[in-house]
Nanobody, 123 residues
Framework: QVQLVESGGGLVQAGGSLKLSCAAS????????MGWFRQVPGKEREFVAT????????TYVDSVKGRFTISRDNAKNTVYLQMNSLKPEDTAVYYC????????????????WGQGTQVTVSS
């Protein structure tokens, strides 16, 4: 059974930092693109960041550029999202996902999803 399990969410004040982790089991994803998305109630799931299988290519949504960093450790089958200078508008449930065989920023092209972790940024 393939599972992606996010951790590291929580409550933080504006300007603070959090580091999300996503551990995969049941399958290795070291040849697949990994991404982070977020969603707030009543809105569509939004792309945040993605990283190629080698880690050599990354893409971010404009609103997080310079503040968030995606990385991966293929030996641990884990992807990370370091979030700095957090803002109240970053509040959302954050999901990690895996896209098999392609590099994409589209949620519809991701094949596996975690259950999500809540990030709340207070002002």
């Amino acid at each position: 059974q393939v599972q992606l399990v996010e951790s590291g969410g929580g409550l933080v004040q504006a300007g603070g930092s959090l580091k999300l982790s996503c551990a995969a089991s049941g399958r290795t994803f070291n040849r697949d693109t990994m991404g982070w998305f977020r969603q707030v109630p009543g809105k569509e799931r939004e792309f945040v960041a993605t990283i190629s299988w080698s880690g050599g290519r990354t893409t971010y949504v404009d609103s997080v550029k310079g503040r968030f960093t995606i990385s991966r450790d293929n030996a641990k089958n884990t992807v990370y999202l370091q979030m700095n200078s957090l803002k109240p508008e970053d509040t959302a449930v954050y999901y990690c996902a895996a896209a098999l065989g392609l590099y994409s920023t589209r949620a519809s092209e991701y094949d596996y999803w975690g259950q999500g972790t809540q990030v709340t940024v207070s002002s």
